[in-house]
């Protein structure tokens, strides 16, 4: 049984900061590659960003590309996805998802790609 856990969301004002984190346990962390996601009020769940099996740089939309960050700690089991030069339109539920992939470098956008999924996390950004 693989269980992602998030961490990290809060209430910060438009410019800040936060940093999420996600802990999985379970199956060997390095076979997934692992993705954020998000899911505004009245809105589809939407890809954000994500980073392969072996880490480097991440793939990321256009809209947080240059301001989010995500990496990877696969000693720790651990994903982060830093977020600096927040803005309203960010207020979001952040998801953390595991994706069981061959591939070390591919990332899937899909929401059906992936393979497991974290509880969420609320990220509010006040302007």
């Known amino acids: 049984q693989v269980q992602l856990v998030e961490s990290g969301g809060g209430l910060v004002q438009t410019g800040g900061s936060l940093r999420l984190s996600c802990a999985v346990s379970?199956?060997?962390?390095?076979?997934?590659?692992m993705g954020w996601f998000r899911q505004a009020p009245g809105k589809e769940r939407e890809f954000v960003t994500g980073?392969?099996?072996?880490?480097?740089?991440?793939y990321y939309v256009d809209s947080v590309r240059g301001r989010f960050t995500i990496s990877r700690d696969n000693a720790k089991n651990t994903v982060y996805l830093q977020m600096n030069s927040l803005k309203p339109e960010d207020t979001a539920v952040y998801y953390c998802?595991?994706?069981?992939?061959?591939?070390?470098?591919?990332?899937?956008?899909?929401?059906?790609?992936?393979?497991?999924w974290g509880q969420g996390t609320q990220v509010t950004v006040s302007s």
């Open positions: 980073i392969g099996r072996s880490g480097g740089n991440g």
């Open positions: 998802a595991a994706a069981l992939t061959l591939s070390w470098t591919i990332i899937p956008t899909s929401k059906s790609e992936y393979n497991f």
């Open positions: 379970g199956r060997a962390f390095s076979s997934y590659t």
